[in-house]
């Protein structure tokens, strides 16, 4: 356990340190600020806001979890596997007394922290611009809920970086993992359009799960779809740690 501590404690500072994260993370914020400045602006012209206040947060939650931050999951996880293995940097994850399924479990909880600080970050910028022209109680009693969402909403993007890092054991090129992500993620969208019965059975159906818990929380909902998440994410897991112990570094 002290080693996958120490190994996502080494994962997390690479992540932190690289300009690629803070790019991302600067227009994940700045893409929170941007929403909240049009929303004022338009409560101040026209007296009524495209989006009431207390409801600010989710609303950007679920403009961001459209595109942005899969993205950003597939970004920061394509970087961190098919990026160092094209480098070779990643002989260097190797040369400290740690196993290779304790990297690649170290990888992708760094990357689950990375997600959900990203994720409070923007909590943080949309609450504070929901406060300026909101009802204060309005948005104080819709804050649990609020920030319930962004707290369960890093459990289908840690989904999305697990797949992302099994296809990285196949290419060793960040780029044409990221395409086949997208190209996967299409795909499946075509697929749930014609053939709606499939829907139940796409990992990309689960991505709105955090939506759940803006109100009237129900439980065996929540219990069912997670466990679809978890199903997907355990057979991702373990099929991904095993290329990654077979591959040839």
Known sequence: MNTIIAGTMNETYKIFKRKKFVFLFSVSILAAVTASIVNLVTGSNFG??????????????????????PLFAILLTSDLFSGELSDNSIIMSMVRPITRI???????????????????????????????????NDIISRL????????????????VAIITAFVA????????????????????????????????????????????????????????EFLYILAYGIIFMFAGTYLFEQKDI
């Open 102 to 136: 304790k990297i690649y479990v170290s990888k992708l909880l760094s990357i689950g922290i990375s997600i959900l600080f990203l994720l409070l970050a923007t909590f943080v910028a949309s609450l504070a611009a929901s406060l300026f022209g909101g009802n204060f």
């Open 169 to 224: 054991q196949f290419t060793r090129s960040g780029g044409l993992t990221i395409v086949i992500m997208i190209l996967a993620s299409a795909l499946m969208s075509v697929v749930s359009v014609f053939i709606p019965q499939t829907v139940s059975f796409l990992p990309t159906t689960y991505l709105d799960w955090y939506q759940n818990f803006y109100s009237g929380v129900d439980f065996m909902l929540i219990l069912n």
């Open 144 to 159: 649990p809920a609020n920030l319930m969402s962004y707290i369960f909403a890093v459990i289908p993007l840690m989904l």
């Open 48 to 69: 009524v806001s495209l989006i009431k206040n207390s409801t600010l947060p989710v609303t950007i939650l679920n403009l961001m979890s459209s595109i942005l931050l």
